[in-house]
């Protein structure tokens, strides 16, 4: 059976959960692991710091997000992991490297969107991977709410809602995919919630979701087939007590204006509950024990009792009450100022308020800016302790090296990007010298180019300009009478003329280093450009990539570099039959897994 618990606080949610675990624990014995289900690491922590003050100890909690449980439930119900983003993108790049399937009448669309920008290679593996993670998404979105959809498609019909012709080329891809050894492996989230046996072994008997967001419908569906079997309880946020899934005009302006998404999930929930719920909610108003509420606690208190405030209510309020401002400011540092300052004069005021009561929200589309500089503004506010949370992260020292490290085989290996990338914190080794590198380079006459090769065709017919001269230059200069001495009779090799660059004695293993660095990069990334491996080998090539070059210097870049390297490992696991491809779609393959990761996504 589903049952409810609805509360405008989660704090009430969280003591009802700790409840009812400790009761679980009682009935069925310590040892019995109390599956709790969470939106985020955060909620995890909050749920088991709860438990433990409620119970005395937060003993066998098996605490999972929810697609980690979803998935779990798949392999338990049928030996087969869930369909997620990932999979579905892995299924859709094998099929869009079948030249043959493509040439189908369905799928006419999706070929011509490939070469679109012509026939080269680079363009056209860029366009598969694109339209991959974008098809991967997409479909796992279908699974999750518009399951009827694909069954439509799996019987080979169209829907009515929804343009026919997209329909087709989605329908085209979607059976193709069907057709994949691949597709044998995982399972639908929509085939999952209709084929579930509830009384498959491994299946927990009771499961506690605690403060999710909006679900979709498909895990509505899941939840219903488990209720058979199992009691699952959800402990849901609604900011109104009582029946509120119609909209009235008499409601308070902030229920009509942003209460749209609340009352559907209400709605929905209620369905799946058959309208059985406890409630467990608290009148802001009525916990103030003397005097009147403040602004804050009477507009909680409207929405509550789903109550307009009368003309009355807004006449002016007899003491100060900052409750709930308004502030502006001139930049997203100034504003971030503003705010360490209130949180500091609010722990002062409040001997019982602590650092982790307090939340700083922001707009999500701005996250990124907010995030790059509120960590150095709250250390430089008396180290005001803070962790960041969110649908972005500032992008790192180790995320930028091993970024520039698999864009280096697409440019032209000029001067600036390969410097950029040497020098950097992380790859260049501790004792260089960028500036020193920096005037050889400028010495050497190094522009662009890895050699003259790269000039053929152009009004160069001479070895300057590249890489390779300026280096060879440079090593000759070790040990060769060159610039600095005047000695300028140049070296012939090759029926070229190389002028040294004279290399003092306490700079020949900078020198050599710069050198080494340097070449092996050229080398590595030349390799890259004209190689065609499988999505195996590649995934081996950049995990051996990042691990030679990007060297950490804290144990939080060992973590990140560990975290990179696993999501590189997860190309060998995509599917495409061991198929050569060439070094554009690997890596751009790559990058949306490393990037997933920084935006906090899943990347499976």
């Known amino acids: 059976m589903v049952r409810l618990v609805y509360s405008n606080d989660t704090g009430e949610l969280l003591g009802e959960l700790a409840q009812r675990v400790r009761a679980q624990q009682l009935r069925d014995g310590p040892l019995v692991p109390v599956?709790?289900?969470?939106?985020?690491?955060?909620?995890?922590?909050?749920?088991?710091?709860?438990?433990?003050?409620?119970?005395?100890?937060?003993?066998?909690?098996?605490?999972?997000?929810?697609?980690?449980?979803?998935?779990?439930?798949?392999?338990?119900?049928?030996?087969?992991?869930?369909?997620?983003?990932?999979?579905?993108?892995?299924?859709?790049?094998?099929?869009?490297?079948?030249?043959?399937?493509?040439?189908?009448?369905?799928?006419?669309?999706?070929?011509?969107?490939?070469?679109?920008?012509?026939?080269?290679?680079?363009?056209?593996?860029?366009?598969?991977?694109?339209?991959?993670?974008?098809?991967?998404?997409?479909?796992?979105?279908?699974?999750?709410?518009?399951?009827?959809?694909?069954?439509?498609?799996?019987?080979?019909?169209l829907v009515e809602e929804g343009d026919p012709e997209t329909q087709r080329w989605q329908r085209g891809l979607w059976s193709a995919m069907r057709g994949l050894s691949s597709w044998r492996a995982v399972i639908p989230l929509h085939e999952l919630a209709g084929c579930l046996d509830a009384s498959a072994a491994g299946l927990p008997t009771a499961v506690h979701l605690f403060?999710?967001?909006?679900?979709?419908?498909?895990?509505?569906a899941l939840l219903e087939r488990m209720?058979?079997?199992?009691?699952?309880?959800?402990?849901?946020?609604?900011?109104?007590?009582?029946?509120?899934?119609?909209?009235?005009?008499?409601?308070?302006?902030?229920?009509?204006?942003?209460?749209?998404?609340?009352?559907?999930?209400?709605?929905?929930?209620?369905?799946l509950a058959s309208f059985d719920h406890d409630d467990r909610f608290v009148s802001p108003a009525e916990r103030v024990a003397s005097g009147e509420p403040t602004l804050l606690q009477q507009l909680q208190n409207d929405l509550l009792h789903r109550r307009s405030p009368k003309v009355e209510d807004a006449r002016p309020r007899a003491r100060r009450d900052e409750s709930l401002r308004v502030l502006e400011h001139a930049s997203v540092r100034r504003e971030l100022e503003v705010v360490a300052s209130e949180i500091w004069r609010a722990v002062a005021e409040d001997e019982t308020l602590k650092f982790d009561d307090i939340a700083v929200l922001v707009p999500e589309a701005d996250f990124a800016a907010y995030a790059s500089q509120l960590p150095t503004v709250f250390r430089e506010a008396h180290d005001l302790p803070s962790r960041l949370a969110g649908p972005a992260r500032p992008v790192s020292g180790v995320a930028e090296a091993i970024d520039l490290l698999l864009g280096l085989p697409?440019?032209?290996?000029?001067?600036?990007?390969?410097?950029?990338?040497?020098?950097?914190?992380?790859?260049?080794?501790?004792?260089?010298?960028?500036?020193?590198?920096?005037?050889?380079?400028?010495?050497?006459?190094?522009v662009h180019g890895a050699d003259r090769s790269d000039h053929e065709g152009t009004y160069v017919t001479r070895d300057i300009l590249s890489w390779d001269q300026g280096l060879r230059r440079l090593a000759l200069g070790s040990f060769m009478a060159g610039d600095v001495s005047d000695a300028r009779g140049p070296f012939e090799l090759g029926g070229e003329s190389y002028v040294p660059l004279e290399v003092a004695s306490s700079e020949l293993q900078e020198a050599a280093t710069f050198g080494l660095l340097l070449r092996s990069l050229v080398e590595d990334a030349r390799f890259a450009r004209r190689s065609e491996l499988s999505l195996a080998d590649w995934s081996r090539f950049l995990r051996a990539l990042v691990e030679s070059y990007v060297t950490p210097s804290s144990p939080a870049d060992e973590e990140e570099i560990s975290a990179a390297l696993r999501q590189l490992h997860g190309l060998a696991e995509?599917?495409?039959?061991?198929?050569?491809?060439?070094?554009?779609?690997?890596?751009?393959?790559?990058?949306?897994?490393l990037r997933s990761r920084a935006a906090g996504a899943p990347s499976g």
């Open 211 to 220: 403060a999710l967001p909006e679900l979709p419908r498909g895990i509505h």
């Open 35 to 157: 599956r709790i289900v969470v939106p985020s690491a955060s909620v995890d922590a909050y749920a088991r710091i709860g438990i433990a003050q409620a119970c005395g100890i937060a003993a066998n909690l098996d605490v999972s997000q929810l697609a980690t449980f979803v998935s779990e439930i798949a392999v338990a119900a049928t030996g087969r992991p869930l369909a997620d983003a990932a999979a579905f993108e892995a299924m859709t790049l094998a099929v869009l490297l079948k030249e043959e399937v493509l040439a189908g009448s369905e799928l006419a669309p999706v070929d011509a969107y490939l070469h679109a920008c012509g026939d080269a290679h680079d363009a056209v593996d860029l366009r598969r991977v694109q339209l991959a993670a974008h098809v991967g998404r997409l479909f796992e979105a279908y699974a999750q709410s518009r399951g009827e959809m694909l069954t439509a498609w799996t019987r080979q019909c």
């Open 574 to 593: 995509i599917d495409v039959r061991a198929r050569p491809v060439r070094y554009r779609l690997a890596v751009e393959m790559a990058r949306l897994r």
């Open 410 to 446: 697409y440019g032209r290996f000029t001067r600036q990007e390969l410097l950029r990338l040497a020098s950097h914190p992380l790859v260049a080794p501790a004792e260089a010298d960028p500036d020193r590198w920096a005037a050889w380079c400028e010495d050497l006459g190094i």
């Open 227 to 271: 209720a058979r079997r199992s009691q699952v309880v959800i402990y849901a946020l609604s900011p109104c007590e009582g029946f509120w899934e119609d909209f009235d005009p008499s409601d308070p302006l902030p229920l009509q204006l942003w209460g749209r998404p609340g009352r559907d999930h209400v709605r929905a929930l209620n369905a």
